[in-house]
């Protein structure tokens, strides 16, 4: 099964609702021109099309091994990763001075969602390295900057984040890998770390670990960590590498999915200690990781995009190409699978959900983008906050929409679907991950709650709506039954959404249970209203292209029925989510935990 | 992991809701005693936890396997099933006869869903070997009776069902297989059939095919399909087993899930033909099918419930013992899991909506119990009716539901979740199947709204819809929050579910591709709205026995709260379900094929 890059949806989105020439016009992004840009993803699509997404299913079926401490990959993900690094793909969006392409997120956030269509597996190796750069451009001394980021970037070494333990998943406050200073500036490291996504591998000359820890002096709790650059070698003052670190992969973990990205077990400092230099001050470890983390939690929200539009591909493929059973309607003999009612009604619920999650995160892309870029402060700020708030939603919905999609795509396919030959069981094993690492859904609706929304008393959510509310007066101004029927959901989503923010606002402080009993729904209805907020727009657009008849019209066609579909069926929703989460506490907590 | 059989809330269902004891005085039932039964769930529980459950993770790990036409099943299935079928569980519901115990469907019903808590993969042998049952006691001569039942009760043999070819999945019309009349009484059968559940085990000394295959002048599609009786071994006439018949597997399927039950590739007739007797009478093969699909489809839902009541229990244990994160109110240090509200609602979600599925499979059993026992022909009638509405509603929505709760199973454990070994991502696996064999979702959809609702223009729906009506006037009587919540959500579930039955009636026969579209969410909707009410109807029981000082309280109390969480966080969703089907299907239909 071949994966063909959606371009004329990634376009279409990155143009006309992330505002590319918006983007275009600011301070060093001069270079994104709509036209490089859509060369830049043309030839994204092809590398990843034809050279990545061959190896998904043949890495799903042998998966990398480990043997005496060495992880083999899966055939194939070493010289793939050779072509990807040397095409410069590693580098899209970081910085020039370090032989990175220096372009805007939002131009890097499409190459990262093909690349994850293409191998949710394989992409995590950048991914994670993407996140050290990150940590490293933001925290690093110039010495570090300059010896670590370039090899990352080029693909010559790769990078790791190292904050699970044993007994700390998402409580990092549980940390307790020991570092302890010997006087040289160098720290040696020691403990066990668990689930660190390519610990260790043929891939790379060397690995990168960013690891947190604790100094002897710190204080407990999550102000008390610190982090480190552990390198598997270590690195001479002329970028040579010199003795083995002592840091050592004991095992990998066997996997639901993703099985061909080694998941290690890493021991710090069995054999005297592991060399490791500081990031940044003492203690303030988590403040940098956080910024990793943001990177990542985006990326990941990627990574359920892609994995949903790969799924919706292959199974429209499939419905294409099976014949099975009349129609409804009547037929002189079996039909396409894709003519049956319910099995369109899948496709359109795959389509349509990742439409709007890549609609989503693209315009959080484009914010992102201005909040670093644009010059004027007090516009970097706001973009800002609303990029920080959508950070959660877009990893926390584009990941559990990932897992319905995924669920859909085995569906489709009936009994085919079970057998593991025809890979579409390996997106729904795959997908269960994304709802889990960098931060459950619960985390990141923690995230919602406290610092996103009650921290500023609704502030930013309500400037949201206020801008959901314009689309709606725009959508008003349409006479047709599917716009009609877009903006009547879109006012009821819009309308529960205010809602649960003003009981989220109102309730946080004096009853946290009953609030935080209904926090991962509020992530969700904020997804499906911001979702359908992106269709609509994206409707109106397509509207004024037929009008003007201007562009591809059965693209725009296609795109208002799409949002017509996820206003009837997504948004639709909307207020069943408002009630469970307003009145539905009652219900979560009335129990004893010895009454389970 | 182990399971401890919910046999509080069983008995609470059995006997409060689904009346054991009117069950009881029908005729044949009379040993069905409240007593007994208690003591025959007792018995069950105890073999299903201690022998079959054990085997249920190391059968995912070490599959089932094939070599030159034999299959070796997972360490230990051989011994549990001989265990299973001396004890009499086979014959739970079957003629006593024939060997069977006789008892209700009512009885059989929790030892069904014992033997699926404790392991699927094995449970499908007996499930395939009850339809054979079934089908061989409605339309098998004498004979075929005296000669095969007796043997598939006492497990010496098991059955099979040979339903689907490579071309022929959900569409039995494309059924290719040929019959070739001997004139000798027999018949030779050719072709291939797959996805053969138990179609070749080592488990019992012979394997009873039941085969769908075409007489020579038979009509074409559905009208001339025959039902014959293809053993692996040939049966003399004193029973002994006689020469191989021409029957072979090929190959079993490398599957997603229930990797422990062998999915037989079945080879007829590559050999000189496979020797056959006819079930019945030529081209009623269909009917005779579906009364053993009637009743695999009950089982398969049976089936859900167990896998969801067992990943319940899985992820109520590790929640009260991970111990991760403080409080959300604050906390002085990490507590367990199971207090952090987002775990809890993951927790009720899977706990209410098990209970509510459970509830109205049992309900329907004994509706079924009063259709074939009860002595006046009109309420075995009526009572027929309800109960085949019900059976692609407790198909359905069982299965759709268990894999909703499987993956919440999977995400309490958090990253442990995705591990393998932690085994809650088995149920993830398994579950997957649940929804697509003896019928897709779509097909149960398709029985509900052709069949059951618009043949009698919704006359057994708006029956049912009264009964809810009398709940909701009960709940009424009821001053408490609890009960005002729960009627509201019930009251608002019943209107959107009469509604959409009154949108199918009026509009499947004009606008077949409409009603079509929201099929599969007319069927959710029903499983929501009717479980709502089986949940109501136990609150309204727990709060009398709470009154009366009756039974045990904390139970009592612990249904209510569970009740409460259904109508808040499920029922709440039944309007939006119908707001995208009576106006979803623009969306859905919208897109010529070449779109997608």
């Known amino acids: 099964m071949t994966y063909n890059a959606p371009l004329k949806d990634m376009l ?201 820890a604790r100094t002897p002096d710190a204080p407990p709790g999550v102000k008390g960590i610190s982090l480190f650059i552990v390198p598997k070698f270590m690195v001479n003052d002329d970028g040579s590498l010199g003795e083995r670190n002592d840091v050592h992969c004991v095992s990998i973990e066997h996997k639901l999915g993703i099985k061909a990205s080694p998941t290690a077990v890493l021991q710090f400092g069995d054999h005297g200690g592991a060399i490791g230099t500081l990031v940044g001050e003492e203690n303030r470890g988590l403040e940098y990781m956080f910024i990793m983390m943001n990177a990542a939690r985006f990326g990941v929200g990627l990574q359920g995009i892609g994995l949903a539009e790969r799924a919706y591909q292959q199974a429209v493929a499939f419905a294409k190409e099976r014949v099975q059973s009349r129609a409804v309607e009547g037929s002189a003999g079996p039909v396409a699978v894709i003519h049956h009612p319910d099995v369109r009604r899948m496709l359109m619920s795959m389509r349509a959900q990742t439409e709007a999650a890549r609609a989503l995160a693209y315009v959080g892309a484009g914010l992102s983008d201005l909040a670093h870029s644009h010059p004027d402060e007090a516009t970097r700020k706001a973009n800002l906050a609303v990029y920080e708030y959508l950070v959660p939603v877009i990893k926390g919905w584009s990941t559990e929409m990932s897992e319905n999609v995924a669920r859909d795509g085995v569906q489709v396919h009936g009994g085919m679907g079970f057998i593991e030959e025809t890979g579409a069981a390996q997106h729904y094993r795959d997908a269960k991950i994304l709802t889990i690492y960098e931060g459950t859904t619960a985390i990141q609706a923690n995230d ?84 359908g907020w992106q269709m609509a727009r994206a409707a109106l657009v397509a509207r004024q292209k037929l009008d003007a008849g201007d562009g591809d019209a059965a693209f725009c066609r296609a795109k208002i029925a799409t949002a017509r579909f996820f206003a009837d069926h997504v948004l639709s929703q909307a207020d069943g989510l408002r009630q469970a989460i307003v009145a539905g506490s009652a219900g979560v907590l009335a129990l004893d935990v010895e009454q389970f």
């Open 12 to 212: 279409f989105v990155v143009n006309e609702l992330a505002n590319l020439s918006e983007i275009n016009q600011l301070p060093g992004c001069e270079d994104a021109t709509p036209d490089t840009v859509e060369a830049v993803l043309e030839e994204n699509a092809k590398f990843c099309g034809e050279v990545v997404a061959p190896l998904n299913h043949p890495g799903d079926k042998e998966p990398s091994y480990w043997h005496d401490g060495q992880v083999t990959t899966s055939k194939g993900f070493k010289e793939a990763f050779r072509g990807f690094a040397d095409a410069g793909w590693q580098g899209v969006q970081h910085p020039a001075e370090f032989g990175g392409q220096g372009l805007p997120k939002l131009v890097a956030t499409p190459c990262i969602e093909m690349l994850n269509s293409a191998n949710i597996a394989f992409a995590l190796v950048g991914l994670l390295t993407d996140g050290a750069i990150e940590a490293l451009l933001t925290a690093g001394t110039a010495e570090q900057k300059t010896r670590f980021i370039e090899p990352l970037i080029s693909g010559k070494w790769t990078g790791t984040m190292n904050l699970t333990e044993p007994q700390a998943g998402s409580d990092l406050a549980a940390v307790r890998t020991r570092a302890v200073p010997q006087g040289d500036g160098t720290y040696k490291i020691f403990g066990t770390k668990i689930f660190i996504t390519y610990g260790e591998h043929d891939m790379a000359e060397n690995i990168i670990h960013l690891v947190l």
């Open 448 to 531: 919602l709650v406290g610092r996103k929304t009650v921290r500023d008393g609704g502030a930013v959510a309500k400037s949201i709506l206020a801008q959901v509310r314009a689309t709606e007066a725009q959508l008003a101004d349409v006479q047709d039954a599917d716009f009609t029927a877009i903006r009547a959901q879109l006012v009821a989503g819009s309308a529960a959404l205010e809602a649960v923010v003003d009981y989220v606002v109102a309730n946080t402080k004096g009853d946290p249970r009953a609030v935080f009993a209904g926090s991962v729904l509020y992530l969700k209805l904020a997804g499906v209203v911001l979702g």
